[in-house]
T-cell receptor, first 112, second 111 residues
Framework: DGGITQSPKYLFRKEGQNVTLSCEQN?????MYWYRQDPGQGLRLIYY?????DFQKGDIAEGYSVSREKKESFPLTVTSAQKNPTAFYLC???WGLGEKLLFGSGTQLSVL | GENVEQHPSTLSVQEGDSAVIKCTYS??????FPWYKQELGKGPQLIID?????GEKKDQRIAVTLNKTAKHFSLHITETQPEDSAVYFC??????????FGTGTSLTVIP
């Protein structure tokens, strides 16, 4: 079955540590996105990518980095510069910008 | 940028009643409006969407209406069932190359 796979489901970060969240899709979608979800808030865009080796910052990119070396993969690194990383992180993909989003099941990141 | 406001933040209805969730947007250039349902600990799932050239769209018990002049759109769920209980998000897509999401409505259907 086609879909988006995020891993791990739960992740813990120690002070000063970088952590990487995985996102893989087998839908042949061109566009991929990372969103952050905090309780009681809407989804906020961190980064998005339209094509391989190209990505753009969203509204809250500070303290995060991404790469898009393969069409099916869009990993997100939460760096030590992100001082408030505790949140639910969602990866999504679509055929193109402005098309229907399909979301993964999310990764809950917490700080130890 | 775009600003999407969603109301109410919580909604409780009796099973079988209707539920209505409303969203307003600020940018008249926005032209695509999806609605997502999110269950606890899961990713959002698209349930219905509408484009700006259409005023209403229906899919079984779910409908969405769009008023471009007033810049608001609404989700209507009829004959609610306990499995409709979830958080619902609206969103708007504009030429700024991103979706803007509402803050969510927690719907509880009481059996």
């Amino acid at each position: 079955d086609g879909g988006i796979t995020q891993s791990p489901k739960y992740l813990f970060r120690k002070e000063g540590q970088n952590v990487t969240l995985s996102c893989e899709q087998n839908l042949n979608h061109d566009a991929m996105y990372w969103y952050r979800q905090d309780p009681g808030q809407g989804l906020r865009l961190i980064y998005y990518s339209q094509i391989v080796n190209d990505f753009q910052k969203g509204d809250i990119a500070e303290g995060y980095s991404v790469s898009r070396e393969k069409k099916e993969s869009f990993p997100l690194t939460v760096t030590s510069a992100q001082k408030n990383p505790t949140a639910f992180y969602l990866c999504a993909s679509s055929w193109g910008l402005g098309e229907k989003l399909l979301f993964g099941s999310g990764t809950q990141l917490s700080v130890l | 940028g775009e600003n999407v406001e969603q109301h109410p933040s919580t909604l409780s209805v009796q099973e079988g009643d209707s539920a209505v969730i409303k969203c307003t947007y600020s940018d008249s250039a926005s032209n695509y409006f999806p609605w997502y349902k999110q269950e606890l600990g899961k990713g959002p799932q698209l349930i219905i969407d509408i484009r700006s050239n259409v005023g209403e769209k229906k899919d079984q018990r779910i409908a969405v209406t769009l008023n471009k002049t007033a810049k608001h759109f609404s989700l209507h769920i009829t004959e609610t069932q306990p499995e409709d209980s979830a958080v619902y998000f609206c969103a708007a897509w504009n030429t700024g190359n991103q979706f803007y999401f509402g803050t969510g409505t927690s719907l509880t259907v009481i059996p």
